[in-house]
């Protein structure tokens, strides 16, 4: 028979187990309420002892929580407190308990109490003190309910400043860091042209390396300022035809699938004007092609698929990549997510491609979904709806 007990105190916990165990009952000791709940609803004990001084949720609240679980409802809740001023008894019994036994406890009666309440004995409250006694227990749950509502209000105003920090912040950095990198870019170009004078293998093979992770930055700095872009402003929008802006994008990208060893293909079905973000388009298809290629290894394909219809636009963005698990298919559309967080992690990016792609799509009230299977690979689905 499973006797469960919620009480914080380590001693209490060992003594307790150590006398009921000898008895033949099997004991579950959780520390909190939440945690007792949470063990309580999976589990059917035979009786519960709770603490009625446990920190955060108390005894109180924790015991009118196990009592509305419908397979607990005819389970005895006994109270244990070391609190025997006037009033405690009647507050538990008020609360849902059963009865009520006191601190310090006494290893020759426990077993006898347990042996009762299982028995089928119960405390009931005094029918003169029943209204009252509930009365203030409610008083009691509202005013702590009121409290934490203030807490939870004072915590999430402090959030909204840190994130208009957070933001200010990244705006700053990423206009600062693009001025010297766009000296930098520029005289790349004029070295990579040999404008400044000619260049040897080995120098040659330098800039070349310098211009890559150059250029890689760019793209992280300006992902950046369109992801507080896009974030603080609605969308701009005007004629845009997203076959000839998808056909763009991937004669854009076929470099890299082949520096990458990848194969990127199109199956671009010709669609009408369509009323959208031309910038923002492109920059969420980008963003998933890039993804596909990126998480693709040697010899993979990347098919990209565009389909027309009256009410809607579909692009699906299918590879033969890693795949992703279950359990991050919804955490990589957060902006700075990485599912290897690690600084060893074998591809590169700060986790904005994805975010930017997901909120574009949003903001023009379509989708971005994902279909993924580890080690098989990935298909992104983004659905704009026509206006």
């Known amino acids: 028979m499973t006797i469960l007990y919620i009480e914080d105190n380590r001693d209490n916990q060992l003594l307790v187990r150590r006398i009921l165990e000898s008895r033949g009952y099997a004991l579950q000791i959780c520390e909190d309420g939440p945690s007792g709940i949470a063990l309580a609803r999976e589990s059917q004990p035979a009786l519960i002892l709770v603490d009625i001084n446990i920190a955060g949720m108390d005894g109180y609240e924790t015991t009118t929580r196990l009592r509305s679980l419908p397979h607990l409802q005819s389970t005895p809740i006994i109270a244990i407190t070391a609190d025997v001023r006037p009033g405690t008894r009647?507050?538990?019994?008020?609360?849902?308990?059963?009865?009520?036994?006191?601190?310090?406890?006494?290893?020759?009666?426990?077993?006898?109490?347990?042996?009762?309440?299982?028995?089928?004995?119960r405390e009931l409250l005094p029918t003169s003190l029943e209204t009252t006694m509930l009365r203030e227990?409610?008083?009691?749950?509202?005013?702590?309910?009121?409290?934490?509502?203030?807490?939870?209000?004072?915590?999430?105003?402090?959030?909204?400043?840190?994130?208009?920090?957070?933001?200010?912040?990244?705006?700053?950095?990423?206009h600062e860091l693009r001025t010297p990198l766009t000296a930098i870019l520029g005289y790349l170009e004029l070295f990579e042209r040999r404008?400044?004078?000619?260049?040897?293998?080995?120098?040659?093979?330098?800039?070349n390396v310098i211009a890559r992770n150059a250029r890689t930055l760019s793209r992280i700095l300006n992902n950046l300022l369109y992801l507080q872009e896009v974030r603080s402003t609605e969308i701009r929008r005007a004629p845009v035809i997203i076959h000839e802006v998808l056909q763009?994008?991937?004669?854009?990208?076929?470099?890299?699938?082949?520096a990458a060893n990848v194969t990127l293909s199109a199956s671009l079905q010709p669609t009408a004007v369509y009323m959208g973000d031309?910038?923002?388009?492109?920059q969420a298809l980008r963003a998933l092609i890039d993804n596909a290629i990126k998480f693709t290894p040697p010899s993979g394909r990347v098919d990209v698929t565009l389909i027309d219809e009256p009410s809607r636009v579909l692009?699906?963005?299918?590879?033969?990549?890693?795949?992703?698990?279950?359990?991050?298919?919804?955490?990589?559309?957060?902006?700075?997510?990485?599912?290897?967080?690690?600084?060893?992690?074998p591809y590169s990016g700060a986790g904005l491609g994805l975010a930017i792609a997901r909120h574009v799509v949003e903001a023009h009230g379509g989708q971005l979904t994902v279909r993924s299977v580890v080690q098989a690979g990935s298909t992104f689905t983004v659905v704009l709806p026509r206006e």
């Open 137 to 174: 227990y409610n008083a009691r749950l509202v005013e702590r309910l009121e409290r934490q509502v203030r807490e939870l209000s004072a915590r999430n105003a402090e959030l909204q400043d840190l994130d208009r920090l957070k933001n200010t912040f990244l705006a700053t950095l990423s």
């Open 278 to 282: 031309p910038i923002g388009i492109s």
């Open 248 to 258: 763009e994008v991937i004669e854009d990208m076929q470099p890299l699938a082949r």
């Open 315 to 345: 692009v699906r963005v299918e590879d033969t990549g890693i795949g992703i698990p279950a359990e991050a298919q919804e955490k990589i559309f957060l902006p700075f997510y990485q599912i290897d967080d690690t600084l060893a992690r």
């Open 90 to 121: 009647e507050r538990a019994l008020a609360a849902g308990c059963d009865g009520f036994i006191t601190k310090p406890i006494d290893p020759r009666l426990l077993p006898e109490q347990i042996a009762e309440f299982l028995g089928g004995k």
């Open 195 to 207: 404008t400044l004078g000619s260049l040897n293998d080995v120098q040659g093979q330098a800039i």
